[in-house]
Antibody, heavy 117, light 112 residues
Framework: EAQLVESGGGLVEPGGSLRLSCVVS????????MHWVRQAPGKGLVWVSR????????DYADSVRGRFTISRDNARRTLFLQMNSLRAEDTAVYYC??????????WGQGTLVTVSS | DIVMTQSPLSLSVTPGEPASISCRSS???????????FAWYLQKPGQSPQVLIY???NRASGVPDRFSGSVSGTDFTLKISRVEAEDVGVYYC?????????FGQGTKLEIK
């Protein structure tokens, strides 16, 4: 079973930047679409972004478009989320997800991003 | 955006009794390839979500067979034949047909 390990979260001031990473244990990383999903404290799940296997298809939620950038490095089996111009409402646990809705659907443990002065 | 509406939002069940959660999508989730882009997730307390049912009604690997999913048009149902204590948590439905992918509000299941 694949392991997805996120890192890069932390406390950042409004307007600041963070880069999240997600390392996937399985060699088949390059075969799957990857996603970021977030969950604000005590709230539900919200889809953030997705990328296909080679970076040809990239989509964002309206709330992050223009501020967040998803990318991947298949050789390093790593998914990234560059987050710029962070706002208080971006405070959440960010989950890396493989093959969302699909047969190999798998989630990481999440990394907490806190935007506060 | 596709709206996912879950009911009930909370559920209290006696161990060994059945439970059912419903989810309705605002439009069909049937892709032209024949797959239904819908899933059920369980988020246990303090944990990340885990898939229970994927692509409409397929039980995920390792999920106990007391969990089952069904589809009727835009109505989706998750059934637990006999609730156990380890089933507590929040259940979410989700559509993955079109972006933005959207989740239901969540159904909190607790044990009586």
């Amino acid at each position: 079973e694949a392991q997805l390990v996120e890192s890069g979260g932390g406390l950042v001031e409004p307007g600041g930047s963070l880069r999240l990473s997600c390392v996937v244990s399985e060699l088949t990383f390059s075969s799957y679409w990857m996603h970021w999903v977030r969950q604000a404290p005590g709230k539900g799940l919200v889809w953030v972004s997705r990328m296909d296997t080679v970076g040809s298809v990239i989509d964002y939620a309206d709330s992050v478009r223009g501020r967040f950038t998803i990318s991947r490095d298949n050789a390093r089996r790593t998914l990234f989320l560059q987050m710029n111009s962070l706002r208080a409402e971006d405070t959440a646990v960010y989950y890396c997800v493989r093959d969302l809705v699909g047969r190999r659907d798998s989630w990481g443990q999440g990394t907490l991003v806190t935007v506060s002065s | 955006d596709i709206v996912m509406t879950q009911s009930p939002l909370s559920l209290s069940v006696t161990p060994g009794e059945p439970a059912s959660i419903s989810c309705r999508s605002s439009q069909s989730l049937l892709h032209r390839n024949g797959d239904t882009f819908f899933a059920w997730y369980l988020q246990k307390p303090g944990q990340s979500p885990q898939v229970l049912i994927y692509l409409g009604s397929n039980r995920a690997s390792g999920v106990p067979d007391r969990f089952s999913g069904s589809v009727s048009g835009t109505d989706f149902t998750l059934k637990i034949s006999r609730v156990e204590a380890e089933d507590v948590g929040v259940y979410y439905c989700m559509q993955g047909l079109q972006t933005p992918y959207t989740f239901g509000q969540g159904t909190k299941l607790e044990i009586k």
